[in-house]
């Protein structure tokens, strides 16, 4: 099982709803999957989050990210995710952890983790 003081660790680097609120300020692009742990999280076809792969089932990611009616699937392998790249895999979420004391509109326990369907292998390119 996940281990609730990595989470932690990863929560106390990470601040998500402010990224996702503000986007990216003065960053470079990245060399091509030398981050492979970082996903996309898509609703249609569309970027609505990003995610952290933190284990080879679970990706963590903000709980303001749930959509209550459409499901999300995940995009590792990514470099442009405005274009389709051959070495992008589309991930399907099993199930979805929020965490119990998130309520909307709040900015406290904003996390959530996707376990997701298949196993992640990252492939050399
Ligand atoms: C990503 O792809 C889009 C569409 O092809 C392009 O307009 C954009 O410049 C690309 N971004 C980067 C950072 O390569």
Same mark, same amino acid.
């Given at each position: 099982?996940?281990?609730?003081? %990595?989470?932690?660790?990863?929560?106390?680097? *990470?601040?998500? %709803?402010?990224?996702?609120?503000?986007?990216?300020?003065?960053?470079? *692009?990245?060399?091509?999957?030398?981050?492979?742990?970082?996903? %996309?999280?898509?609703?249609?076809?569309?970027?609505?989050?990003?995610?952290?792969?933190?284990?080879?089932?679970? *990706?963590?990611?903000?709980?303001?990210?749930?959509?209550?009616?459409?499901?999300?699937?995940?995009?590792?392998?990514?470099?442009?995710?405005?274009?389709?790249?051959? %070495?992008?895999?589309?991930?399907?979420?099993?199930?979805?952890? *929020?965490?119990?004391?998130?309520?909307?509109?709040?900015?406290?326990?904003?996390?959530?983790?996707?376990?997701?369907?298949?196993?992640?292998?990252?492939?050399?390119?």
């Amino acid at each position: 099982m996940l281990q609730a003081t %990595s989470i932690i660790y990863v929560l106390l680097l *990470v601040n998500f %709803s402010e990224a996702a609120e503000y986007g990216i300020t003065g960053g470079k *692009v990245a060399k091509p999957h030398s981050r492979p742990y970082m996903a %996309s999280l898509q609703i249609q076809g569309h970027h609505v989050c990003g995610g952290m792969l933190i284990r080879k089932d679970y *990706v963590l990611t903000a709980a303001h990210c749930k959509d209550c009616y459409q499901d999300i699937t995940v995009v590792l392998g990514a470099h442009n995710i405005s274009k389709k790249e051959g %070495s992008q895999q589309r991930i399907n979420v099993k199930k979805y952890h *929020v965490h119990p004391q998130f309520e909307a509109n709040q900015f406290e326990y904003d996390i959530m983790l996707l376990k997701v369907t298949s196993i992640y292998t990252i492939c050399p390119h």
